[in-house]
């Protein structure tokens, strides 16, 4: 129970918390404002996914939770071009993004903790479970906030490298929820690393959760894959000026 409960908190949180750590370094002298935008709609999409789960599950033939969290995931992929493209709606949009990838995490994991089953676990161990998962992502995501004030200070575009990373990952996720549904074709497979990179190794883990690394990707996810990442990269090549802007 103790690992399970870790485990699950890492896996939703550990994504979260790096594009927020991420969008942090990048709004850093404007980071209560950004939270403020970031809370608001974050708790009313919270508030209103998790109290309509299960009608939500149950529509468009099973897969209305699916195509909710893969809306959810482009929408955010989709509102961070947008701020990195445009200086003057970045601090907002950027915080939407956030919030949009916070929903869908955040309603995993009440999910998790209202299973029918958790009611004959013991307490103390779900507890010290999502401690230790929210204390060993938090940790991640401050190193990771130092690393990307360094590496700014280096080159703006290796913040924008890993900024298109982290965006680019959420048009992977939801692919593999749009093919899951069988709303768009896999096509062939690409390659197979579950020998030399299996998904739930250490370096697996965090590759998912930053770039959105897959084993056995598929075509339609390769291209995907590759035009986001242009795409943000092209959005974002104005982000220096951007930031000064926002100063």
Known sequence: MLINTVLMFLRELLPLFLLLATLLAWHSN???RFTLLLTLPAILMLALFSSNMLWISEQLDGFGLELLYSLLYAGCFVLLCMAAAKGVVALPFSALACACLLSINGSNLLLYIWLPGQ???DPSALLLGM????????SIAV?????LTELKQLHILSYRLL???LGVRQIMMASALLIQSDWLPAGPQLWQ????LPEQSELGF??????GYEATPVLSQGVAYLGGLVLLLWCSRNLKNNRRSAQ
Request: net charge neutral.
């Open 30 to 32: 404007q980071w209560r």
């Open 119 to 121: 009611g004959n676990a």
């Open 131 to 138: 401690a230790l998962g929210v204390g060993i992502g938090s």
């Open 143 to 147: 190193l990771w906030y130092y690393l």
């Open 163 to 165: 900024l298109s990373l």
């Open 193 to 196: 690393t579950e020998q030399w």
């Open 206 to 211: 965090f590759l998912q959760a930053l770039l």
